[in-house]
Structures are given as structure tokens and as C-alpha cells.
């Protein structure tokens, strides 16, 4: 692994055995992965809510392979997403990725203990699952034996008896919208009167592009997958275009077997 942005002596300098960049030739371990990627440090007027998102995508755009995002990820891509985990309060995910991906709860790691309790947190994220319709598998061990409750976001007009349902299994239920649907600011604010400020998502692309849509991504962790599959795979995010690009600024790039993985921020002035 070598860092490629922000540029340092480090960065510039040449490795031992003839390599260049900064950890050349070396796995770097999980406590500088949780460095590189941490949150930004709460203000004077406590955490606020902040949300980053993880997603691969290939040289062509896809985020996906045969339905999977596994396929064109990396044994490094995912220690990384892992750190990111760990790092996180909570995991929002969207229904269609929770059945497509075989979602499990999060576990603790024993690497991020001491991490996790110095930060005030629970030993594991909690998963929080978006869906309009609960139109889940309330029998997976996603909801009835997770570490943590596992989150259900949906809206206030949702079904009441596939509500009961997921109480039943162990979920607790969030509205966050007036509708079916779940809005994507009322989630966030949702989420952090629950405590959770530091937010992951990991998709899917429909629920990463409502996100963008709402204006309430913060971050974005992008994997910059070696590939090219072709095809008519997903993008990283989906739906409706915005009215204007939001523009993000480069905060770190990282390099490994022609893998990319970068982090972009809304603004650079809040690391």
C-alpha cells in the first residue's frame, strides 16, 4: 500500500528496496487504515451528524458484477471496508442490497475494541436497513440475533403488520419520512437522536443516489477497481440526476495492485 494524495515527503521519498511511495511493498496495518479514514473530530458544539459512503466501481463505471460487488473487489478493498465498519456507529443499507448481498449483523473486532470503547461506542455497529415496503426475511440472523438491534428505516404510512413483524424478529423501527417512502435528511437526523453521528452506507446504488439527491452525503470512499466488465451493470449511484453536480474535494488516495482507493469530502476544511 503507498499513499499517493496528499503528497508528503513521505509520500515522495523512495522505499526501502527500491520501491517509491510512502508503505511500498508493506500491508499497512488496521491501526493506520483507522487513521487514514477517521471521522472528523467532533466541534465545540459536540458531533454532529456525518455521513460517508463505500462503494467500488471498475475503470467503466460498474458497481457490480453478476448483481455482486464482490467480484471486482480486493482482499485489500475489503480490509478497508471493514475499517470503515469499525468505525462507524451505524450502517445504513437499502432493502435490495440487504437480500441481494446476503447481509449479515456486524461483529466486533477485537483489533477496534479499545478504539470503539475510547469513542463511546457499542461493540459493533448497528445495521440500519431502508425500505419503503418491509419486505424482508425477518428470520435472518440480520434481525434476530444481531450484536447490536438491528435498524429498520422506513416511513410513517408503512404497513402495520410487517411493522409488528420486524419487532417481533428483534428489529427496532424508525419512521423517517410521511409517506412509504424514508427521507434521506429526516434519516440522518433520525439516526443521531438515536446517537449515532458517525454514519456509513454502503449502498446500493438507489439508495446512494437518493442520498445524493437530498444533499446529505459528507463523504465519499470510492474503490477504484482495476476492471473492465462491460455489460449494464449499476452505476454507484442511481436515479434521478440532480439539478446541479455536487462538487467533492480530494482528501486522500491510497494505491495497491492498481487498485485506488480514494476519499473525497464535501469540504476539505472539515478535516
Known amino acids: 500500500m503507498r499513499r499517493l494524495f496528499p503528497v508528503t515527503d513521505e509520500t515522495a521519498a523512495p522505499a526501502p528496496g527500491g520501491g517509491s511511495g510512502e508503505g511500498t511493498g508493506r500491508e499497512w496495518s488496521l491501526a493506520e487504515l483507522a487513521a487514514a479514514y477517521a471521522y472528523p473530530e467532533p466541534g465545540p458544539a ?11 466501481s471498475t475503470l467503466d463505471g460498474a ?28 450502517v445504513v443499507v437499502g432493502a435490495e442490497t440487504v437480500r441481494k448481498e446476503g447481509y449479515r449483523p456486524a461483529r466486533a473486532r477485537e483489533d477496534f475494541a479499545a478504539l470503539r470503547e475510547a469513542a463511546g461506542q457499542r461493540p459493533a455497529p448497528a445495521i440500519a436497513v431502508v425500505t419503503a415496503s418491509l419486505d424482508l426475511d425477518f428470520s435472518l ?38 409517506g412509504i417512502g424514508v427521507d434521506p435528511a429526516r434519516a440522518v437526523r433520525a439516526l443521531a437522536d438515536l446517537g449515532h453521528t458517525r454514519l456509513l452506507t454502503e449502498g446500493g446504488p438507489r439508495l446512494l443516489g437518493q442520498m445524493a439527491a437530498a444533499d446529505v452525503l459528507d463523504e465519499l470512499c470510492l474503490t477504484l477497481s482495476p ?13 434521478p440526476a440532480v439539478t446541479v453536480p455536487h462538487r467533492f474535494g480530494l482528501v486522500s488516495m491510497l494505491e495497491e495492485d492498481g487498485f485506488l482507493f480514494t476519499r ?8
Open 63 to 90: 458497481a457490480q458484477h453478476d448483481g455482486r460487488s464482490q467480484p471486482i473487489s480486493s482482499a485489500t478493498d475489503m480490509r478497508i471496508f471493514g475499517t470503515l465498519r469499525a468505525l462507524a456507529d451505524v
Open 141 to 178: 440472523p440480520l434481525f434476530t440475533s444481531p450484536l447490536v438491534p438491528t435498524l429498520v428505516l422506513t416511513g410513517a404510512a408503512a404497513d402495520p403488520g410487517r411493522i409488528a413483524t420486524a419487532e417481533k424478529a428483534g428489529a427496532r423501527v424508525v419512521t423517517a419520512g410521511d
Open 46 to 56: 459536540g458531533p454532529v451528524p456525518w455521513l460517508r459512503a463505500n462503494m467500488v
Open 264 to 271: 473525497y469530502g464535501r469540504s476539505r476544511t472539515a478535516y
Open 227 to 239: 476492471m473492465l466488465t462491460a455489460g449494464e451493470a449499476q452505476r454507484i449511484a442511481g436515479g
